[in-house]
């Protein structure tokens, strides 16, 4: 089966918050879905091991999903998409407040958001599908949803290594003529006709995760 099938599934854009030793933090996934419709409705979130949010997910049991909208800024993503909460504090320049349960929501653009209480999980061997109740959340919808087709054809930008839909770059210079930038670090790429990459200032950074000039390399 060629797996590049599996991109015609319908993704997201969600900012899932925690409550870590040292405060809040939050992280992006692209897979949440809701399972029933029973009260409290039951969702899915699926999340690699290797990240700081599952284990923080697994000692409380509770966490946070802001739905991001297409207004919400590339920076925003890059941010909580391309770094650690290990070792950085994520969400130091994103607006943000903290529920009274200790996890944060995002309100750069957030269409809205709901509380979640871990109920069980399903283990893969590279990710863990927690199944959780909402159990608060917004009264109302703002903004349009940002699906991951909008976010890879409009802002470019591309899945953090961890998840479900990551592509290597090699995988992503398939077909490419060569005339396009992409930054090794979150897969942007930079196309814009008016001012060729090599024109750029030095000091020029990734609109997604702020990576240098230095971190690209041609398509």
Known sequence: MDSTIL???????????VKGENGPSACIVNTVIQVTNTNPPVIAVSMHHDNYSHECIRETGIFSVSILSEDTPGTVIGAL??????NSNKLKNIRHRV????VPVIKENACCWFLCKVVSRVETSTHTVFLAEVIAGSDKVVGTPMTYAYYHRALKGSAPKNAPTYR??????????????????????YND????????PEDWLCPICAA????FIRK
Do not use: W
């Not at 998409?81 to 290990?86: D, H, T």
């Not at 529920?99 to 200790?102: I, N, S």
């Not at 240098?212 to 971190?215: H, N």
């Open 7 to 17: 991109t015609t599934l319908s993704y997201g854009m969600y900012a899932i918050g």
């Open 99 to 102: 529920l009274a349960e200790g």
């Open 168 to 189: 290597s770059i090699a995988e992503s210079n398939s077909g490419s003529d060569g005339g396009k930038f992409i930054c090794k670090v979150c897969g942007y790429i």
């Open 193 to 200: 006709p008016d001012v060729p990459f090599e024109e750029l």
């Open 212 to 215: 240098p000039k230095s971190a």
């Open 81 to 86: 998409g391309f770094n650690s909460g290990r």
